[in-house]
């Protein structure tokens, strides 16, 4: 099982819609959780970090789940700006602890 | 203000020949990482530094790979003696600590002929 893994998608949604994004991880202990963008031959950027609380950042929603240890991105009213790949990212807790990115979910915002 | 900053921003070169990668950190950043992207492809892990902590290779592909941090600022990573397969976009992270939030470089795009 892999450590962080994602639906690579594509999501195709239409302008408007409401979409959202699961990500498991495999790592009981993990306690930092983030969502990433990454635009086409771009760099990631960071889009919002995940607390155990959720949290809201105008159209963005971050779940945590520690029970069934996944994390969640719901995203309303799609623009079309929004079309990227969003990768999810935990951190590994153990005897060398790292970020572990997730290959990412690709969505295609259509007009 | 200034944000990681990597150079070259591109690089061609023969297969055979070595290379070198340079990323300038966020100032007060203690970690850094180094990723490797292939076209369309996830993000590689290859070695992070921490602080004076011995670095974590555990995601260089091979010993032609190899990287330092002097000073616990500036990075390098070289690449001796490139491949095809070493044809990539470079990836260089950097953050407060390990497991913190991380600020990527606009990357390194590596082209082996």
């Known amino acids: 099982r892999k450590e962080v893994e994602q639906d690579p998608g594509p999501f195709n949604v239409p302008e408007g819609a409401t979409v959202a994004f699961n990500c498991t991880y495999s790592?009981?202990?993990?306690?930092?959780f983030f969502w990433y963008r990454q635009d086409c031959r771009k760099e990631p950027k960071l889009l919002m970090s995940?607390?155990?609380s959720g949290n809201e950042d105008g159209r963005f929603t971050a779940q945590l789940n520690r029970a069934s240890q996944y994390i969640s991105l719901l995203i309303r009213d799609s623009k079309l700006s929004d079309s990227a790949t969003y990768l999810c990212?935990?951190?590994?807790?153990?005897?060398?602890?790292?970020?572990?990115f997730g290959t990412g979910t690709l969505l295609a915002v259509q007009p | 203000g200034a944000g990681v900053s990597q150079s070259p921003s591109n690089k061609v070169t023969e297969k055979g020949k070595d290379v070198e990668l340079r990323c300038d950190p966020i100032?007060?950043?203690?970690?850094l990482y180094w990723y490797r992207q292939s076209l369309g492809q996830g993000l590689e892990f290859l070695i992070y530094?921490?602080?004076?902590?011995?670095?974590?290779k555990s995601g260089l592909p091979s010993d032609r790979f190899s990287a330092e941090r002097t000073g616990g600022s500036v990075s390098t990573l070289t690449i001796q003696r490139t491949q095809q397969e070493d044809s990539a976009v470079y990836l260089c992270?950097?953050?407060?600590?390990?497991?913190?939030?991380?600020?990527f470089g606009p990357g390194t795009r590596l082209t082996v002929l």
């Open positions: 990212v935990v951190d590994r807790q153990g005897a060398t602890n790292k970020l572990i």
């Open positions: 790592n009981s202990a993990s306690q930092s």
């Open positions: 995940v607390y155990s």
């Open positions: 100032s007060g950043h203690t970690a």
């Open positions: 530094f921490q602080g004076n902590s011995a670095p974590d």
């Open positions: 992270a950097t953050g407060l600590a390990i497991t913190d939030t991380q600020y």
